[in-house]
């Protein structure tokens, strides 16, 4: 049996430690389709919040919407996703009958059974379903592929309610779907998956400014976040490969065990949407200038990243294995800004007065930090989780913290360990995560 390569490794830790699991495992599963658990859906949040304090909370040119996932039908027609956002599927006529997506097929010959494949035709991803009682064509609805297009729908609601000018952006964060034809690597192609996207308005012709501006931001946020800059790239897409939306536009990739692969898209699309929505609409979404009076249709940058793959990419950027005295050590290495818990409080044996004085010790750094108590199994093996799950800190109450009213702080990457009075604790923790004071 060959070794376990590291895809597999993480996907198997995510199951162990809580991070990720199969959608509806105890009925087999369904493809492309993940739950988070206590750690995942811990890992998430600081994702969330780390691009929305950048996005939206430290600008005062950026406000937020949430759009519902479900959008009048006519919203699909005017971006032009019921006619293009489709890939090319071709049909194995050989003997296993599985469809592939035909970019993804190296020949013309079935991956799975080398048989013929028939002529490709294009497949739209969006997921259909019926709004109400009946189901015809009347009622058909869909699944958003895109958060964009709530916030295209509501530019002007949020102009006029904000005092935004142009430039200016709206962000959103929210589940997509795409019926996606070839699956697989973990969740790196999803079928439900999150976005974080902004949508940037500016006038036209300073879209290629901003188009650099925001490309720049956004790479330098996920170095930000603890992404290895040798394992990020940018690449300018093909005139072949750009959605039908764009004017230009430039994917963010990170370097996948399988190799290179978008990690975000960064998008000029003109004003593309907004004059769409304009012409099926009816309704005027021009914008005016209130110095000039110029009336036009701003232009749209476009940034829009996966939590999915930024949470695959933190995980598979931060896994490592190492020998410490003969034995295997499993790290995740995560940057402390997106660890699932920051300090780990470990109370040395379970003796009553060092359980009641650890706990005291977890009660006053939660307020500080993202904590947890563990006095289950010997020390050693509750230090091992904590690497495992990427803890940067543990806290060990021992017997001598009866007496010097102190404890050992455990660094999980150097495993260095300091003896810290504790009411020094906070800010020595504080310090060791690189926190401002
Ligand atoms: N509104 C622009 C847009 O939808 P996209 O390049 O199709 O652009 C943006 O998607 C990002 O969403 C991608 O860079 C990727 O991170 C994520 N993404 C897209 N499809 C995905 C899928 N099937 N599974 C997981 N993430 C996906």
Known sequence: ????????????????????????????????????GPLGVRLRRRIRELWWRDMVDLRDDVEGVEAAILMNPRVWEASGHLANFSDPLVDCLGEC?????????????????????????????????????????????????????????NFKNVLVSSRQRVPFGIAQIGRSFRNEISTGNFIFRLRELEMMELEWFCAPGDDVRWFEYWTERRLAWHHSIGLAPEHLRLRPHGEDEKAHYALASTDVEYLFPWGWGELEGIARRGDYDLRRHQEVSGKDLQYTDPVSGERYIPYVVEPSLGIDRTFLALLLDAYREEEVRGEKRVVLGLDPKVAPFEVAV??????????EVAHRVEADLRHHFATEYDETQA??????????????????????????????VRERDSMEQV?????????????KLGRPA
């Open 379 to 408: 020390i050693g093996r509750r230090y091992r989780r904590q690497d495992e799950i990427g803890t940067p800190l543990a806290v060990t109450v021992d017997f001598d913290s009866l007496e010097d009213h102190a404890a050992t």
């Open 1 to 36: 049996m060959s070794e376990p390569g590291p895809l597999e490794l993480l996907t198997s830790l995510c199951k162990r430690r809580g991070f990720v699991f199969p959608s509806s495992e105890i009925y087999g599963g369904i493809n492309a389709v993940y739950d988070f």
């Open 97 to 153: 009958h599985q469809r592939w997506r035909a970019d993804h097929v190296e020949g013309d010959r079935c991956p799975n059974c080398g048989g013929p494949l028939s002529a490709p035709r294009q497949f739209n991803l969006m997921f259909k379903t019926f709004i109400g009682p009946v189901e015809d064509e009347t009622a058909v609805a869909y699944l958003r592929p895109e958060t964009a297009q709530g916030i295209f729908v």
């Open 346 to 355: 470990l109370p040395l044996s379970k003796k009553a007065e060092l359980i």
């Open 419 to 431: 003896r810290v009075s504790l009411d020094q604790l906070a800010a020595v923790c504080r310090d």
